[in-house]
Nanobody, 126 residues
């Protein structure tokens, strides 16, 4: 059974930084694309970042490009989201996700991802 456990959320001032780790278990980590999404109550989940199984390909929306970095350590079954220059509009619950199929590209649609973590709250104060 695939499990994803996020941590690292919290309260930070605008302009600050946070790093969110997500530890995966239940299957071979290194052959699956990983991604981060975020969600505000009442809104759909928003794509934040994705990384291919080997780490060579990443994908970001314009809203976080240049501020957020996704990375992975396959030896630790962990994907990270480094968030710098945080803004109040980055406030959300952040979710780690992975695909059901191996060796696929890092896409941006939430419907492409079959497994999700429980989420971690990030709050950015102005």
């Amino acid at each position: 059974q695939v499990q994803l456990v996020e941590s690292g959320g919290g309260l930070v001032q605008a302009g600050g930084s946070l790093r969110l780790p997500c530890v995966a278990s239940g299957r071979t980590f290194s052959i699956y694309t990983m991604a981060w999404f975020r969600q505000i109550p009442g809104k759909e989940r928003e794509f934040v970042a994705a990384i291919s199984w080997g780490g060579s390909t990443t994908n970001y929306p314009d809203s976080v490009k240049g501020r957020f970095t996704i990375s992975r350590d396959n030896s630790k079954n962990t994907v990270y989201l480094q968030m710098n220059s945080l803004k109040p509009e980055d406030t959300a619950v952040y979710y780690c996700a992975t695909k059901a199929r191996a060796l696929t590209l890092p896409t941006i649609s939430a419907s492409d991802y079959g497994y999700w973590g429980q989420g971690t709250q990030v709050t950015v104060s102005s």
